[in-house]
């Protein structure tokens, strides 16, 4: 069948092949570096995989970052709940601030986490004798993964909590269920999609997080800082093969996400 020029479905088909033109070099910028990255990167990959020292600081990322995942879910999820539910004054100043982290340069996140948990602060202090510090610690990447990852946390898990139909919460409270029992077997169940989105974006953001921790915790080194450490001191190929290594971890948890997203 063919289309006349001057048809509507004409000009729409004109219409996406312009978007599509223009979409088509935001899609060039994304991946000719990654495949730049792959190219020179993948000679490496054998190598970088074998180096103990690379495989132990993927190992801390994919395991600090899980910490502070779940860390900030555990405490984001009431936080999104409240969020999602409440109208009270200076709801909109605590949802800016819990997504200042976001936009935040990364450096600036970490000197800020180092200023208050530091070990001769007034909050490092209180920690100090239970023998956890910030400075160059576990504890510390943990902290700084936690700050500029846990809006993600928060963010989805109140995106799942707006989805759920307010109806349902006030059926059940009027047969008496008390609000604990409501948010355990209605709220939290039904928002539980939203909440381990929330909980891989914020593992996702983890992982990537270099410049806070380099400020608060540069050891024990994890694999973002290993690469700026790789760059520095073995140059860019050497780096590229553990890019290509955290490349492949970064994936594996996107895809997971993409996957329980389609199963929506």
Do not use: C
């Not at 995989?49 to 984001?76: D, E, H, I, K, Q």
């Not at 023998?131 to 989805?156: C, K």
């Not at 059926?171 to 077997?185: D, I, K, M, Q």
């Amino acid at each position: 069948m063919s289309v006349e020029s001057g048809s509507p479905l004409a000009g729409a088909r004109w219409f996406l092949l312009h978007l599509s033109g223009l979409a088509s070099i935001l899609i060039a910028v994304l991946v000719i570096p990654l495949l730049f990255l792959i190219s020179m990167g993948g000679g490496w990959l054998p190598e970088t995989a074998m180096n103990p020292r690379a495989l132990s600081a993927v190992a801390l990322s994919l395991g600090a970052g899980a910490v502070s995942a779940s860390f900030s879910t555990l405490f984001g999820v009431p936080l999104a709940y409240i969020l999602s539910r409440v109208d009270f004054r200076g709801k909109s100043l605590i949802q800016a601030l819990l997504d200042l982290p976001l936009i935040l340069p990364h450096t600036v996140a970490g000197i800020a986490v180092l200023l208050a948990f530091n070990s001769r602060a007034p909050l490092g202090q209180l920690f100090s004798p239970l023998g956890i510090r910030v400075e160059d610690s576990l504890y510390g990447v943990v902290l700084a993964m936690v700050f500029v990852s846990s809006p993600f946390a928060v963010n989805f898990a109140k995106r799942g909590f707006d989805s759920i139909d307010l109806e349902l919460e006030k059926v059940a409270r009027s047969l008496g269920a008390s609000a604990h029992r409501v948010f355990l077997t209605i709220s939290l169940p039904l928002a539980w999609r939203g909440i381990l989105t929330g909980w891989l974006m914020s593992l996702a953001r983890a992982i990537s997080e270099v410049g806070a921790i380099m400020v608060v915790a540069y050891h024990p080194t994890v694999a973002g800082v290993l690469v700026y450490e790789w760059f520095l001191t073995k140059g860019l190929k050497a780096a590229a093969g553990l890019s290509v290594l955290l490349l492949i971890a970064s994936l594996i948890i996107l895809t997971g996400l993409r996957a329980m997203e389609e199963r929506r």
